[in-house]
């Protein structure tokens, strides 16, 4: 497992920016699967972004697609959610989380998961 540390979030208007980052501990960051999810007041957590180890293959939720991206740099051991014309629906805490399997946008499949950082989108 990894120690993973969301950073980022924030209130931001609709329509504007947020970039979140993830920062991991621990010697096998870069052979994980790495994912966002988020979960809005009163609603399980939802898959939003997952990225492979090497950053090849990239897997977003229909609801973010096109306004999200999702990046990873295994040298500093962070990944990225780069945030763009949000909605309020995108309201909710965001938690990075971390997989031993093969690029995956499943729940239960990760492992590892991180605090969670709040992100408010108003109008």
């Known amino acids: 497992q990894v120690q993973l540390v969301e950073s980022g979030g924030g209130l931001v208007q609709a329509g504007g920016s947020l970039r979140l980052s993830c920062a991991a501990s621990g010697r096998l960051f870069s052979t994980y699967t790495m994912g966002w999810f988020r979960q809005a007041p009163g609603k399980e957590r939802e898959f939003s972004a997952a990225i492979s180890w090497s950053g090849g293959v990239t897997y977003y939720a229909d609801s973010v697609k096109g306004r999200f991206t999702i990046s990873r740099d295994n040298a500093k051991n962070t990944v990225y959610l780069q945030m763009n014309s949000l909605k309020l629906e995108d309201t909710g805490v965001y938690y990075c989380?971390?997989?031993?399997?093969?690029?995956?946008?499943?729940?239960?499949?990760?492992?590892?998961w991180g605090q969670g950082t709040q992100v408010t989108v108003s109008s």
């Open positions: 989380a971390a997989s031993p399997r093969a690029v995956t946008r499943i729940h239960s499949d990760f492992d590892s």
